[in-house]
């Protein structure tokens, strides 16, 4: 979601435990706007704690890595 110029991204993992979230874009950090703290990519996500991220413009040169979604276990 684009607000006034930033790019959001909201974060939740319902999981019982962390789990690795990677972006397949150029942007690697932002500041999450419920807690104030800042985020850099990829993270580990922990269970049940939301996050409403503000994310960074990205670096000048940087290029965004085709990520290949993997299935969960189960």
């Known amino acids: 979601v684009v607000h006034n110029g930033v ?3 909201f974060l939740l993992n319902i999981r019982k435990g962390p789990v690795s979230c990677h972006l397949s874009t150029r ?3 932002g500041e999450d706007a419920i ?3 800042r985020v ?3 993270l ?3 269970p049940l704690r ?3 991220v503000a ?3 990205p670096a000048e040169g940087v290029v ?3 990520v290949t979604p993997v299935a969960a276990a189960q």
Do not use: I
């Open 27 to 29: 942007h690697a950090s």
């Open 44 to 46: 580990s996500l922990p």
């Open 64 to 66: 965004a890595v085709p």
């Open 35 to 37: 807690s104030g703290t």
């Open 7 to 9: 790019e959001y991204l």
């Open 50 to 52: 939301p996050m409403l």
């Open 55 to 57: 994310l960074d413009a």
């Open 40 to 42: 850099n990519f990829p």
